[in-house]
């Protein structure tokens, strides 16, 4: 069977990802705006004891990996689209998933510091 | 075949007067071509977005120059095209999932949802803008 080695994987599996990983971010989203608002002005003992708590760091974490997941899927499906050869789309797939695993890698050094 | 992914040519007709002046985006378009823009310019923006985030939590004076740095003019206007990228890809991304359960698929609610997207996400940048201004 002759398959593209850049091509969608032919499943439901991304799609369904994309989906997923966007709720989890929408909630993040809401708490982290009802957070900023009901509490204090923001200095930096507030803002460091914030993600200095558990289960900031904790919902941070699975917020940073949705975002790395649903970018992998998207900027992936925007090179489908744009970048046709298979050699240049590869490369661009390959840089985008170092930058990718780079965000999250910063990420989590910035959490756990 | 350098082309491997593209399978067979398909007529087209887009000639560069017809692309400015005949074609035209139903509201729709626009919402999801901005979707596409505004997620690529997240994807690229994450790496200053972590960089501010690094500094503000490295220190007191990582904060206060994180402060500082986003009372430049040309720096709030930046985030605030990053907000706005923000708001836009939620709103719109809610709107594809309800659209995924077949909610508001007819013709003129999926227009009126597609303008609602388009308001409610410049509302919403303004709203967060003027608090961070």
Request: charged share 15%; glycine share 6%; proline share 3%.
């Amino acid at each position: 069977m002759k398959r593209n080695v850049v091509g969608a994987h032919y499943g439901l599996r991304d799609w369904l990802a994309q989906r997923i990983t966007a709720v989890v971010m929408a909630v993040y989203s809401g708490i982290v705006v009802v957070v900023l608002m009901i509490g204090q002005p923001i200095g930096y003992a507030v803002w460091r004891d914030l993600f200095a708590q558990g289960w900031m760091r904790v919902a941070t974490l699975l917020f940073a990996a949705s975002v790395a997941w649903h970018m992998w899927v998207g900027v992936r499906d925007i090179l489908m689209d744009y970048v046709k050869p298979t050699g240049a789309r590869l490369s661009a797939q390959v840089l985008v998933l170092l930058v990718i695993a780079g965000y999250l890698g910063w990420t989590v050094q910035i959490l756990w510091r | 075949m350098a082309y491997s992914a593209a399978k067979k040519p398909r007529p087209k007709y887009l000639s560069l007067p017809a692309l400015l002046f005949e074609i035209r985006l139903p509201l729709a378009g626009w919402v999801s071509i901005l979707h596409r823009a505004s997620g690529a310019l997240l994807f690229l923006s994450t790496l200053w977005l972590l960089f501010m985030l690094d500094r503000s939590l490295a220190s007191p004076r990582g904060f206060d120059f994180v402060r500082h740095y986003l009372g430049l003019v040309p720096v709030k206007l930046a985030l605030l095209v990053l907000v706005w990228a923000y708001c836009h890809h939620f709103c719109a991304g809610i709107r594809f999932l309800l659209l995924d359960l077949h909610k508001g698929i007819d013709k003129a609610r999926a227009r009126a949802s597609s303008i609602a997207v388009l308001i409610a996400s410049l509302a919403l940048t303004v709203f967060f803008g003027a608090r961070l201004w």
